[in-house]
């Protein structure tokens, strides 16, 4: 009777410290979460919003004349883009070393960013990475999609953009179903247009 009761004791203290690891490890991970978040976001915000997003060369101008002031305007932004965030010390932004316009600009760029929707920031950006992995023509599983964007970045940090767990765990089960309902569409419609889809090979394939 002594060793069963003994046992139990030591069961129930062992169920205990694993308890306490737990809490730990949970209290650890909010506090990482509180401290890094709005630094991925920031960076998630910048790969889809930043210098990098505005794509338009001079050399268009001359090749959509009719669309030469939006092109002159998207170009702007862009150097305005860089100049602004050449004076962030990653994103924290620094204002007393810009001038008025810049600090302005980079105003307007805190407030975008502090009002972006979450979804749907971290639904641009799987589009994002869908064509820099060159992922989109096979539009694989959600999950599968995920673990290749951790591969690439080295770990999972870049898709913790919520100040809380419960947050980021509607929205990754949203974005779930939102991007397998929409992979279904996608994949149906190669299936009953095979045409379309040899189509864009070939033109993949051409030297």
């Known amino acids: ?13 062992e169920g205990s410290m694993d308890h306490l690891r737990r809490q730990k ?11 890094n978040s709005e630094r991925f976001k920031w960076e998630m915000f910048l790969r889809n919003h930043g210098p990098e997003s505005i794509e338009w060369s001079e050399k268009d101008i001359e090749k959509y ?43 307007l760029l805190e407030e975008f960013c502090m009002c972006m929707d979450t979804y749907r920031l971290f639904d641009s950006d799987i589009y994002y990475w869908q064509d820099k992995l060159g992922l989109d023509e096979i539009r694989p599983p959600f999950i599968e999609l995920i673990r290749a964007i951790d591969q690439h970045t080295g770990n ?15 929205m990754m089960e949203r974005l ?14 190669k299936a009953e247009h095979p045409e379309e889809t040899n189509q864009s090979e070939t033109k993949t394939e051409a030297p």
Do not use: T
């Open 25 to 35: 490890e949970a209290e650890e991970r909010k506090a990482w979460r509180e401290a």
């Open 65 to 107: 004349p009719d669309e030469k002031e939006d092109i002159e305007a998207g170009l702007a932004c862009r150097k305005m883009l860089q100049r602004v965030l050449a004076k962030y010390e990653g994103h924290v932004v620094h204002y007393e070393d810009m001038d008025p316009i810049e600090m302005a600009f980079a105003y």
């Open 176 to 189: 779930f179903e939102d991007y397998e309902a929409g992979r279904a569409r996608y994949l149906r419609y």
């Open 1 to 13: 009777m002594a060793i069963a009761s003994l046992d139990r004791r030591a069961s129930k203290l």
């Open 156 to 170: 999972s940090d870049w898709r913790e953009i919520c100040y809380l767990q419960e947050s980021q765990n509607v």
